[in-house]
C-alpha cells in the first residue's frame, strides 16, 4: 500500500520576555497556509523561548494554560485544530496542537524537560521534548533555547549532546533519537562567523543568503559532527532573524551592534530507513521562512511547513497499517 503523508507546521520564536500583549498573534499564521487543503497542515508544534508562561491570573488557570497559549489557542481553533499537549519550562513555552481529523490517529503523547548548566550560561536555558505516536510511526519534537554569543559555540555543540543525553521519555521507555522522526527547532544561537558586521550587513542587502550561509556556525558544527550531524535543514533563502531593535525591521544600532544571524531555526532528522534504503526522502519541506512582520521582539519567528510519508493508516483504525 501507498504510504500515508501527514503535514505538520512548526514555528520557533524567541519572544525577548516582550508583553503577551504586545503580540498580534495573527502575525503568526498566514491563512494561505491553511486554506489549501492539498498543503494545509494536520499537526502544529509551537516552540517559544525567553517568553514568561506563568498561569497568573488568566480565566484558564484552573485547566494551567498560560495567556500566551490562550492566545494561540484561540487563532487555531477556529482553523479547527485542537491543543493536544501543553508543556513549559522556565522561559520556554512549548505546545502541540491537532487537527480534528487527525486526533484519533496521534496517541502515546508524552513530554520531557532538560535544564541546561553550564558556567558561562546566563539566564534559563534548556529544552523541552514533545513526542507522540502519529499512525504507527514515532515522532519526536524538540523546542530548545542554547547558550549564546559568538565565542561559546563549543557549549552549543555540548549542550545539544546533553540534550540528546538527559531526553527520556519514560512511559514508552525511548530517548530523542530513537524515534523514527525527530524535529528540533529553537533559539539554536549559533551565529555567523569569521566576517565583519558591515560584510554580513552587505551579503543581507544583496540576499546572497547562500554565501552569507558559508559562515554560519551551526553549517560548520553539523559537517564536522560535534553537533546536529543526523539532522537536516532547508536552504535559507531568508534574512537573519536576530538582532533587531524591537519594534523595528532594523537590524541591531545599539552600542554593542551585534552581527546578524540566523539564531532561530527548523532542523529534522529523517527516517533512518529512508537514508539506508536510498530511497525519497521521507520528510520534505514545503515551505522554510520567517515572519520580519512581527517586531515586538528583536528576534523574527521562523516557521516550515513539513510533509512526512508514514506507514500506511487504515481509515478508522489509529494504530493499524495496511
Given amino acids: 500500500m501507498e504510504s500515508t503523508t501527514v503535514r505538520v507546521l512548526l514555528l520557533t520564536w524567541n519572544a525577548g520576555n516582550c508583553a503577551e500583549s504586545s503580540l498580534d498573534e495573527s502575525t503568526l499564521f498566514n491563512d494561505e497556509d491553511f486554506k489549501d487543503p492539498n498543503t494545509a497542515p494536520h499537526l502544529v508544534f509551537i516552540g517559544f523561548q525567553e517568553v514568561d508562561a506563568s498561569m497568573h491570573n488568566n480565566i484558564f488557570r484552573h485547566f494551567s494554560y498560560s495567556d500566551w497559549a490562550v492566545k494561540l489557542m484561540k487563532q487555531l481553533s477556529y482553523r479547527g485544530f485542537i491543543m493536544l499537549h501543553h508543556e513549559t519550562f522556565p522561559g520556554l513555552l512549548t505546545i502541540l496542537f491537532v487537527s480534528y481529523k487527525w486526533l484519533p490517529y496521534v496517541n502515546m503523547v508524552e513530554a520531557d524537560t532538560t535544564k541546561l548548566a553550564f558556567e558561562s550560561l546566563v539566564g534559563s536555558k534548556g529544552a523541552i521534548g514533545i513526542r507522540a505516536i502519529i499512525g504507527s510511526d514515532t515522532v519526536c519534537f524538540i523546542n530548545s533555547h542554547l547558550p549564546a554569543h559568538i565565542e561559546d559555540h563549543k557549549e552549543r555543540d555540548k549542550a545539544y549532546l546533553n540534550i540528546l543525553a538527559d531526553q527520556f521519555y519514560a512511559k514508552c521507555g525511548t530517548t530523542v533519537l530513537n524515534h523514527d522522526f525527530v524535529f528540533w527547532l529553537g533559539d539554536l544561537n549559533f551565529r555567523i562567523d569569521e566576517i565583519p558586521n558591515e560584510e554580513v550587513k552587505q551579503f543581507v542587502t544583496e540576499e546572497n543568503y547562500v554565501h552569507l550561509w558559508k559562515y554560519d556556525q551551526l553549517k560548520f558544527s553539523m559537517a564536522s559532527g560535534r553537533s546536529f550531524s543526523p539532522f ?6 531568508f534574512p537573519p532573524t536576530y538582532k533587531f531593535n524591537v519594534g523595528t525591521q532594523e537590524y541591531d544600532t545599539s552600542e554593542k551592534k551585534r552581527k546578524p544571524a540566523w539564531c532561530d ?11 539506508i534504503e536510498g530511497n525519497a526522502a521521507g520528510v520534505q519541506c514545503l515551505k522554510y521562512t520567517a515572519i520580519f512582520e512581527c517586531c515586538a521582539s528583536d528576534h523574527k519567528p521562523v516557521y516550515g511547513v513539513y510533509e512526512m510519508k508514514l506507514r500506511p493508516i487504515l481509515e478508522g483504525n489509529p494504530t493499524g497499517i495496511g
Avoid at 232 to 237: V, Y
Avoid at 265 to 275: A, F, H
Fill in 232 to 237: 537536516e535543514e532547508a536552504a535559507l533563502t
Fill in 265 to 275: 531555526r527548523i532542523l529534522w532528522r529523517d527516517k533512518p530507513e529512508y537514508k
